[in-house]
């Protein structure tokens, strides 16, 4: 898997962090629900080592709520502080600020002890690209403080966002890390729009994805596309019987299966096959 994805701007953004950390009490990491492993940089862990962590398990809302479970309840048992939310539609975005006051409330203490009264907590907000993470920062701002968009890489430069008199955020800008641990990290990332997917050859990727959906979520693919899951096929000819079910003929006997591609990974960004997660802890 040959992918040039690692630009000057993800250097720049890992040295900015490492800048900045001083600065802060805290640090949030925003994770994709529905991939909490493969959207965890593993490189935060060191950069942010003793610094008190929230998790952010952002788009809840296109993740199946039974593997979310399980997700908290993982984090949790690791001693980081959870947040569950949708950034677009605003669910639980007022769980955000009361779960950073529960985690730093001994720096709050020590504040007090000190005579520094009032003085703000500063948390720094961190993420890969296109995670949601701007959109989260303006919901909980409750104005449009960060710049969002829906390609990676959208974030530029320090940002610091005043949320009321007691707390400040730092957006930073998305970063992945140099070498992905396998191709499935990059197939996930990929899937869900992290990276572009043009980086890979798409109808791999949607062959190898569809694979997927029929081991996890059979009945997704019988009610979306009216294909039986059949552990004989592989993903191409499963891509191809979805191209025939849909009618994306091309000539007489073949079947659109480049088409079939995009509908697939554009259905699932938009949540037209339900709530599934492709990942599950310790799994």
Not at 41 to 51: C, M, S, T
Not at 138 to 153: E, H, S, W
Request: one cysteine or more; proline letters at 5%.
């Amino acid at each position: 898997m040959n992918i040039q994805w690692f630009p000057g701007h993800m250097t720049r953004a890992r040295r900015m962090m490492e800048e900045n950390l001083g600065l802060v009490d805290a640090v949030c990491e925003i994770l994709d629900a529905r991939i909490p492993r493969s959207s965890r940089n593993p490189e935060i862990d060191v950069l942010a080592a003793g610094k008190p962590r929230l998790v952010i398990l952002n788009r809840v809302d296109l993740a199946d709520p039974e593997i979310t479970r399980l997700w908290r309840r993982h984090f949790e048992e690791q001693g980081l502080a959870i947040v569950e939310t949708d950034a677009k539609s605003g669910k639980g975005i007022r769980d955000f600020v009361p779960a950073v006051r529960r985690l730093l409330a001994d720096k709050m203490k020590e504040y007090e002890a000190k005579g520094q009264v009032g003085r703000p907590l500063r948390l720094m907000i961190v993420g890969i690209p296109n995670v949601g993470k701007s959109t989260l920062i303006n919901k909980v701002a409750g104005r449009k403080a960060a710049i969002a968009g829906d390609k990676p890489g959208v974030t530029r430069g320090r940002q610091w966002i005043h949320i009321d008199a007691g707390l400040d955020l730092l957006d930073t800008p998305g970063i992945l890390w140099p070498k992905f641990d396998s191709q499935e990290v990059g197939e996930m990332l990929a899937i869900t729009n992290a990276i572009k997917a043009e980086v890979l050859d798409k109808e791999t990727l949607a062959a190898n994805f569809i694979l997927r959906l029929s081991a996890l979520y059979p009945q997704a693919l019988r009610e979306r596309y009216h294909i039986e899951p059949d552990p004989e096929k592989n993903g191409f000819e499963l891509l191809e019987e979805a191209a025939k079910k849909r009618g994306f003929l091309v000539s007489r006997g073949e079947y659109d299966i480049e088409r079939m591609a995009n509908t697939l990974l554009n259905e699932y960004h938009e949540g037209k096959l339900g709530r599934l997660s492709l990942e599950k802890p310790d799994a």
